[in-house]
């Protein structure tokens, strides 16, 4: 620990802190432009400038490390010269722009040149101007008010992990550009919004549309892919406007991703917005009583075994485990959310969570991926493990086709023998998993999706046996789940009773089995579009839903549902922490929340199912199943050893590429992602 004096106090940091977050430690606001906490130091917007004792001229605080004895003063008027004198070289050429500026009212150069600067301005001549650069359909620039703060391009370079913003030139000349003037290739550019100081970089979509003063704010969680990163929805009326990150150190820092941040359009398309019953081969509207009452007439005239419920990938925990009550008493467990018939072991909550952790990556030394293509599925995630790579700090391989990654990876082939060499000691990567002192394996759908899934994941847990992946100081067993609604419903049981035989009992597999030769004559939709709809077409089929996607053009009944920006929602992440979405605005049209939809089915069919209102489904919901009695928070689950008779097939494991920008009804119904995908095949025609 290192003693210095700030203003006159003296305080105790560690060693190769610096002067500007000593300072910080005290509450004593510095200035500054360049310095982002989760950013490389560059040190070259002099706006952190303090005194330092024998120092003949100020020094930048951001940049110093602390020293003994060292003496600082933030409040001198020699300080206050300095920054005044920054702050009018910064706005010598920075336009006039503020009253039609996006950035206005949230401004770093606004504030501080409120707080820190001159009175006045001695610069007479003619400010300079730079060309607007092409950055693709998420990114506005205006690129003369850019201060040269290089935020955008250190995010890109070591946060994203792909260089595709530099600077060009030199002095008052210099350029903020991407190199070739193309779309953005990075699944979290619309970050560099956020880090940029100024009004340089601004949202494209969201371009003169609002103030930040005029909307509302609220917290809630994205549900577009199952990482569950934190975001703030802002909105006007019944329209959401942006979305936004929220700081959560042990999810997402502060980032998320582009899709999180843009598909928000998609809400305003191809919504459901009322009830609809298909009569004479044609969906007409109808009123909530007369759909409610068809519905109910259907079911009382079928046995439990000739019904089924899917769930699908954005639905919430409250909806499915109300729906899982509701199909209980009527006799029917013929309920799932695997849309994709997916091998996951629900023996234990430790054998379907990312055990190690968000947060607890940093801990790590070695990380083994199998058949996992994190960038697509969880980008945000894969930037935390490209810094950590980049750093030094972990080393990274993976047995799986070779896709395009933003950090260096250990390529060790695709064929499933390669894990039986490795648990053999044969291959050369057996070694260094052996030498790991926090070794990580992370499975994703390449590996799980397969029909011999089950005897991958058998052969994994050899694996993790052999090498201690897993003891009691440290758990590296991690599923990379891909759906917001997966974790929820295998923690509440909306999943078949034996999800280790072929077809996972009455899940997914056979439900479209036997809907298709008409043993089951009843399936209801709970926001499924993703399965083969051509096997329910026999079937009398209840889709409820916010959007007009495949599961409502295959549906006799549409019960028109809230999205998740309009209704509050436990969603369970895929490391199993629990999280609130919360309504940022209201249903549109006749649309009602999930529960109440379920609910009145419910007084149709003349049940009670003693849980009238959201508490009461929360209190049952943590009575059950005691994950949720903690929000915010993992529950950890016992870790058991997997065992299967299936036959391991000899094909590479192969990551399926996934249309990134179109994965959901929300996103599927997005303008902007639209835009994003035309990008992208553009970009990839001129490759």
Not at 311 to 323: K, R
Request: a neutral charge; proline letters at 3%; one cysteine or more.
């Amino acid at each position: 620990m290192i003693k210095l004096t700030i203003d006159g106090i003296e305080v105790e940091v560690e060693e190769g802190t610096t002067v500007f977050r000593a300072c910080s430690k005290l509450g004593i606001e510095i200035p500054h432009f360049c310095f982002h906490e989760r950013l490389k130091i560059a040190g070259n917007c002099r706006m952190c400038l303090v005194e330092m004792e024998k120092s003949p001229k100020p020094i930048a605080s951001c940049a110093t490390p602390v020293a003994p004895a060292m003496v600082i003063r933030t409040n001198t008027i020699g300080v206050k010269k300095a920054r005044e004198g920054v702050m009018e070289f910064l706005l010598i050429n920075h336009p006039l722009d503020c009253p039609i500026c996006d950035q206005g009212g949230e401004c770093d150069l606004q504030d501080q040149a409120f707080k820190y600067g001159g009175v006045r301005s001695r610069f007479l001549e003619n400010k300079r101007t730079v060309k607007d650069k092409y950055m693709g359909p998420l990114i506005k620039t205006q690129m003369t008010r850019c201060i040269q703060c290089t935020r955008c391009i250190r995010f890109a370079t070591d946060i994203a992990g792909i260089e595709e913003i530099g600077a060009i030139y030199r002095g008052e000349h210099m350029e903020v550009t991407s190199y070739l003037e193309r779309s953005l290739e990075s699944e979290l550019s619309g970050n560099i919004i956020d880090v940029c100081p100024v009004g340089a970089l601004n949202s494209k979509p969201y371009s003169f549309k609002a103030r930040s003063w005029e909307l509302k704010k609220t917290e809630s969680i994205d549900v577009l892919d199952a990482q569950g990163c934190n975001i703030r929805v802002d909105s006007r009326g019944s329209e959401v406007m942006r979305i936004l990150p929220r700081v959560n150190d042990d999810i997402n820092d502060e980032w998320i991703s582009d899709k999180a941040r843009f598909a928000y359009d998609g809400l305003k398309y191809q919504r459901l917005d009322s009830p609809y019953i298909r009569q004479n081969g044609k969906l007409v509207e109808a009123s909530w009583s007369d759909a409610i009452a068809l519905v109910a007439q259907k079911l009382k005239s079928l046995a439990g075994e000739q019904m089924a419920a899917i769930a699908g990938i954005l639905a919430c925990t409250e909806s499915m485990f109300l729906l899982k009550t509701l199909l209980q008493k009527l006799g029917c467990n013929n309920f799932d959310s695997n849309q994709f018939n997916y091998k996951i072991d629900r023996s234990s909550r430790g054998n379907y969570l990312f055990n190690t952790t968000i947060s607890g990556l940093k801990k790590a030394d070695l990380i083994l991926l199998i058949g996992a293509n994190i960038r697509q599925i969880a980008p945000v995630l894969n930037a935390r493990i490209g810094v950590l790579q980049r750093e030094g700090k972990l080393k990274v391989a993976r047995i799986g086709n070779v896709s395009d990654q933003t950090y260096s990876i250990n390529e060790l082939g695709a064929n499933p023998e390669t894990i039986k060499a490795i648990i053999s000691g044969e291959h050369q990567f057996s070694k260094e998993l052996a030498a790991a002192k926090n070794p990580v394996i992370i499975i994703g759908d390449g590996a799980y999706s397969r029909d011999d899934g089950y005897a991958i994941l058998a052969l994994i847990h050899q694996m993790v046996d052999k090498y201690k992946i897993v003891r009691d100081d440290w758990n590296g067993f991690n599923i990379l789940h891909n759906h917001a609604s997966m974790v929820g419903s295998l923690d509440i049981g909306f999943s078949p009773k034996n999800s280790s035989t072929k077809g996972g009992g009455n899940g997914v597999y056979e439900i479209l089995q036997k809907a298709e030769i008409g043993d089951i004559k009843f399936v209801y939709l709970l926001g499924s579009d993703e399965i083969d709809m051509s096997k329910i077409k026999s079937s009398f089929v209840v889709y409820q839903g916010h959007h007009g996607d495949n599961g409502a053009n295959a549906a006799d009944v549409i019960f028109p549902a809230s999205s998740y920006t309009e209704k509050d929602a436990i969603y369970v992440n895929f490391e199993g922490r629990p999280q609130y979405a919360r309504a940022a605005t209201s249903p549109v049209g006749q649309a009602k929340e999930d529960w109440v939809i379920i609910n009145s089915l419910a007084g149709g069919l003349g049940l009670n199912l003693g849980m009238n209102n959201l508490v009461e489904i929360r209190n049952k919901l943590a009575v059950e199943f005691p994950v949720f009695a903690n929000i915010s928070e993992i529950i950890s689950g016992d870790f058991i050893k997997f065992t299967s008779t299936d036959k391991l097939l000899n094909y590479d494991i192969v990551t399926e590429p996934i249309n990134y920008y179109m994965t959901d009804s929300i996103s599927r119904a997005s303008v902007t992602m639209a835009k994003c995908l035309e990008s992208k095949q553009e970009r990839e025609k001129v490759a």
